[in-house]
């Protein structure tokens, strides 16, 4: 069964600062999409950044990154110049791209940016 | 352009109970998923519909129903409400023209049973 994991429950980091969150995920599948998603305090999850997995290109999305390394089966996100609106719970998750259509979550990084 | 939306946004229910949640997909959107958040287990996966028909269901009992209506629209019915079925529910679209099966969230509905 395939499995997401964050082994970071809380990170903070500074205003402007860099801060990166991990996640590992285990699947026997060789097509996938991988996500990172936001959740703020509104809880509405709001899409962050999407990564095919056939694609070697990491992908990016203004401030947000990913290190996407298929083989170790890591997908960390990376965010640049981090602002006070950063402030969320941030969820890895994967989904098989076979027609089950089944996203597979971590269980969140709860990240502060402080001024 | 409208996203995701969801009714009610709180709810109170008492065990034993039954509920209903409603949602409207993204304009276009034919596929609505819906997704358990519960606290300290994470979002599971409950229900995906397409095109009217149920396409996938996660490891929830049969009391966990819904349906998808012709214009796209969804329910999730709970009946029997028992006390760990307090959870946000969110309900999220996506249609096969949006690349790498992305999907997008309403901002949920918050059921508390007691």
């Known amino acids: 069964a395939q499995t997401v994991t964050q082994s970071q429950p809380e990170m903070s980091v500074q205003e402007a600062e860099t801060v990166t969150l991990s996640c590992t995920y285990d699947?026997?599948?060789?097509?996938?999409?991988l996500f990172w998603y936001k959740q703020p305090p509104s809880r509405q999850m709001i899409l962050v950044i999407r990564?095919?997995?056939?694609k070697q290109q990491n992908a990016t999305e203004n401030r947000f990154s990913v290190n996407f390394q298929k083989a170790a089966k890591s997908f960390s996100l990376k965010i640049s110049d981090s602002q006070l609106g950063d402030t969320a719970m941030y969820f890895c998750?994967?989904?098989?791209?076979?027609?089950?259509?089944?996203?597979?979550w971590g269980l969140g990084t709860s990240l502060a940016v402080n001024p | 352009e409208a996203g995701v939306t969801q009714s009610p946004t709180h709810l109170i229910k008492t065990r034993g109970q039954q509920v209903t949640l409603r949602c409207s997909p993204i304009?276009?959107?034919?596929?609505v998923y819906w997704y358990q958040q519960a606290l300290g287990l994470g979002l599971q996966f409950l229900l995906w519909?397409?095109?009217?028909?149920?396409?996938n269901r996660g490891n929830f009992p049969p009391r966990f129903s819904g349906r998808q209506f012709p214009n796209y629209s969804s329910e999730l019915n709970v009946n029997a409400l028992e006390l760990e079925d307090s959870a946000l529910y969110l309900c999220?679209?996506?249609?096969?023209?949006?690349?790498?099966?992305?999907?997008?969230f309403g901002e949920g509905s918050w059921l508390t049973v007691v």
């Open positions: 999220a679209s996506s249609s096969d023209w949006v690349p790498g099966n992305t999907i997008y």
């Open positions: 304009s276009g959107h034919t596929s």
């Open positions: 519909y397409d095109e009217g028909e149920e396409r």
């Open positions: 699947t026997s599948e060789n097509n996938y999409y």
């Open positions: 990564q095919e997995a056939y």
């Open positions: 998750a994967f989904m098989n791209a076979g027609n089950n259509r089944k996203l597979i």
